[in-house]
């Protein structure tokens, strides 16, 4: 890709042009569109051209003419807000620096990409904005982020600062959203842009099952494999804002970065603020492609630590299967039988803390419930680990009960207005992690319990939006930090526990994905993503997730049925054929199953043992949309391209369906392929443009033959000759 900035007639910085590479030249001035419009607010005296109401910017200020949405909001101690943060200099310099106490892609070696810091000043206030850029050298991603730098007498105070602002030219694009709710998460949703402002946020405190931090933007034309995209991320877990401001000329303004509604942050003389990270993958072959560049940079330059290289463990979870009404005598004996059937990993949820039977008390008390584990979580552990199986635990540690020991003893630690009432999310409170006390404590409690047994694996949930936030630990007017102060309370927490327990894989969960974002993905190599295990809204969800997510990163069980969130009944290998395309596990009680399942299940976890390299570190491409389309189908390609997986899924079952091809990609298109239950090979290139026939999965007459109603899938594995 090609992003090209200039330095403006009056020193702010100017967009000329962002998309597919181009060739370089001296200069692009002629880019620089300067247009006489009438009544238009300009900047030089006898000049009605130059006016920042029509030029595209990279750092766009407020109230100097610019009508649009502005990159800063900086209120002075005289009142004013306006500002004049011109350009002062920069460097290039190879690597990509990290963002102290921030989530940020990275690079290991600094030839993987090359990083620019554009300094402004505003010379009255003395304070330097430093616009960071990191473009990567192989993959087609820009980061960028900006830090301000208060170096005079003033006491400002910051409303907003932007990560992100790119003026596109025109806005002839079909904006992307992620949307949801609690248990339908991150399903896609399209439509044309249009004069005004159009935006996702969160002021949940969380990034949300509502809107994911990602937004992309593609020509009506584009489609899953041709075509312009540009896709927007933040890497960032709180409260964001990330609009598109089309004007009436024909432009669009991308602007991303901290919800401003929640935000105000002290800028004493002397200090600085950094923004969270945004980035920018460009494409210009389609969707698919875009989705490719995300997920590899976050599985490779996002994620960190020894998982981010490694097929991760089978599970089975017990919440499902026993949700909070367990003792240590079930728990082993589910165990057991998980182990027989072949599951590396047993993950006790919620429930093991004391008093713990119902959602009503007990968090914040990190310590065992005696009366389920007699011997504790250290004894529960070992046992488990003697049945040859690696044990993992849940953990809230974000949370407070009312009804706790720790809300006893520290009841002002909750986040909560005075002399207002306090709203509570599942009858849970929201601790104070802004307050650095309050997270050292539930750091030495988790601790405690980590040191204590083997733990290979913690799920760390977060299960309410915040709500009337206010920190007794703040002064009056520093409540404008809070928000943002208590994600940054999360990262050091999860910095703390990472750096002492390097081996332990982590798994971010928010009442299943209402934290599924970049920002996580840097502690926590993969997520919960949904509390909805049901089949066939799982395809969705997934599919959905796919936009920006890799594989590896979404937790994807196996449940029973009838389904506890939707009633549904699906058959058991469409369960693990949705499921097999992410982490794999299950999330039942094992011994509710029959022997006939059980057997099933043994054969799915051998098939997930074999290809999972494949599937969690392979190429992912979508093929069909469930949201089209009573039919999915999505694959994945070794990075070899010798071996594939197709997942097929049918929702609704029809009598004498019409006939059914997929068109394949990423293959070689010179290599044969055997594929698994058809007698034929053929050429990559026939099934990318033939396709695959999918007609013998169901059609007429053959429905009595395979006996199968609702909800079925296939997979079809492919291996080179
Ligand atoms: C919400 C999570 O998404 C579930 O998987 C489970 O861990 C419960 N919380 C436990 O309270």
Redesign the pocket.
């Known amino acids: 890709m090609s992003y090209i900035l200039k330095i403006l007639p009056n020193r702010q910085i100017g967009q000329l042009y962002t998309g597919k590479r181009i060739h370089d030249q001296d200069s692009f001035d002629h880019l620089l569109e300067l247009v006489q419009r009438g009544m238009s607010v300009n900047v030089f005296e006898n000049d009605r051209t130059f006016s920042l109401e029509h030029i595209k910017q990279e750092f766009p200020a407020p109230l100097q003419g610019d009508m649009r949405t502005a990159s800063i909001d900086l209120e002075q101690e005289n009142g004013s807000r306006i500002v004049q943060f011109l350009y002062e200099s920069h460097e290039i310099f190879p690597g990509k620096p990290g963002l102290t106490g921030l989530p940020a892609t990275y690079v290991e070696n600094d030839k993987e990409a090359t990083t620019l810091h554009i300094t402004l000043k505003d010379a009255l206030l003395e304070t330097k904005v430093i616009l960071k850029y990191t473009i990567y050298e192989h993959r087609p991603v820009l980061a960028r982020s900006a830090e301000i730098i208060n170096e005079g007498s003033q006491h400002l105070t910051l409303h907003a600062l932007s990560s992100f602002n790119l003026d596109l030219p025109d806005a002839q694009y079909d904006m992307i959203e992620l949307t949801g709710a609690w248990a339908r998460e991150r399903n896609i949703k399209i439509h044309p842009l249009h004069e005004g402002i159009q935006s996702i946020y969160s002021l949940r405190g969380h990034s949300s099952s509502n809107f994911n931090p990602f937004f992309a933007l593609k020509r009506k034309h584009t489609t899953e494999e041709q075509g312009e995209a540009f896709g927007f991320s933040f890497v960032y877990s709180g409260n964001f804002l990330a609009a598109v401001d089309v004007d009436t000329y024909n432009t669009a303004r991308i602007n991303i970065g901290i919800h401003p509604f929640t935000f105000s942050w002290p800028l004493k003389e002397h200090t600085s603020f950094q923004t969270p990270e945004a980035l920018l993958v460009y494409s210009s072959s389609g969707t698919n492609a875009m989705s490719q560049t995300f997920h590899s940079l976050f599985r490779e330059r996002l994620a960190r630590g020894w998982w981010r290289d490694h097929v991760r463990p089978i599970l089975i979870?017990n919440?499902e299967g026993t949700y909070m009404d367990f003792d240590e005598k079930t728990i082993l004996e589910m165990a057991q039988q998980a182990k027989d059937l072949g599951i590396e990993l047993f993950v006790l949820?919620?429930?093991w803390y004391e008093g713990r039977n119902d959602?009503t008390s007990s968090l914040g008390d990190w310590f065992p419930d005696r009366a389920k584990l007699p011997e504790g979580i250290a004894g529960l552990s070992r046992k488990i680990e003697q049945l040859g199986m690696k044990f993992g635990l849940?953990i809230?540690p974000e949370m407070i009960s009312r009804n706790s020991k720790l809300f006893r003893q520290h009841p002002q630690w909750m986040l909560q207005t005075p002399h207002r009432p306090l709203s509570h999310g599942r009858n849970q409170y929201v601790l104070d992690f802004s307050d650095p006390d309050v997270v050292d404590h539930i750091a030495g409690m988790l601790e405690n319990v980590f040191d204590s047994a083997k733990i290979s694996y913690v799920?760390w949930?977060m299960?309410r939006a915040m709500s009337e936030v206010y920190s007794s630990a703040h002064h009056s007017n520093e409540q404008g930090m809070v928000y943002h102060q208590y994600i940054l309370g999360v990262y050091s927490l999860y910095e703390r526990l990472l750096s002492r327990y390097p081996d332990i894989l982590f798994e971010s969960?928010?009442?299943?994905g209402a934290r599924f974002d970049p920002g996580m993905l840097y502690y926590a190599p993969q997520a919960?993503t949904s509390?909805d295990t049901d089949a066939a809204e799982r395809i969705k969800i997934q599919y959905g997730t796919s936009m920006v997510y890799p594989l590896s990163s979404m937790g994807s069980h196996v449940s029973a049925i009838p389904n506890h969130q939707l009633y549904r009944y699906t058959p058991l290998s469409t369960r693990a054929n949705v499921a097999y395309f992410g982490t794999f596990g299950y999330?039942l009680d094992p011994r509710q199953l029959t022997e006939e399942e059980k057997k099933t299940v043994s054969r799915q976890i051998a098939f997930m043992k074999k290809y999972r390299d494949l599937i969690q570190f392979g190429t992912f491409y979508r093929l069909l949309s469930p949201f089209d389309h009573n039919e999915c189908a999505w694959m994945v390609v070794s990075n070899d391209k010798k071996r594939a997986i197709i997942g097929y899924y049918r929702m609704m079952q029809r009598v004498n369906e019409r006939f059914g091809r997929i068109r394949l990609q990423g293959l070689d298109e010179n290599l044969k392929y055997s594929i698994q239950g058809k007698n034929y090979i053929v050429y990559g290139d026939e099934l990318m443009n033939a396709g695959l026939i999918t007609t013998d999965a169901s059609a007429g007459e053959d429905n009595k033959k395979f006996k199968e109603g609702d909800y079925l899938s296939r997979l079809y594995i492919l291996d080179a000759q």
């Open positions: 979870n919440w949820d919620d429930g959602d849940w809230e799920k949930d299960n969960c928010a009442s299943g919960w509390d999330e």
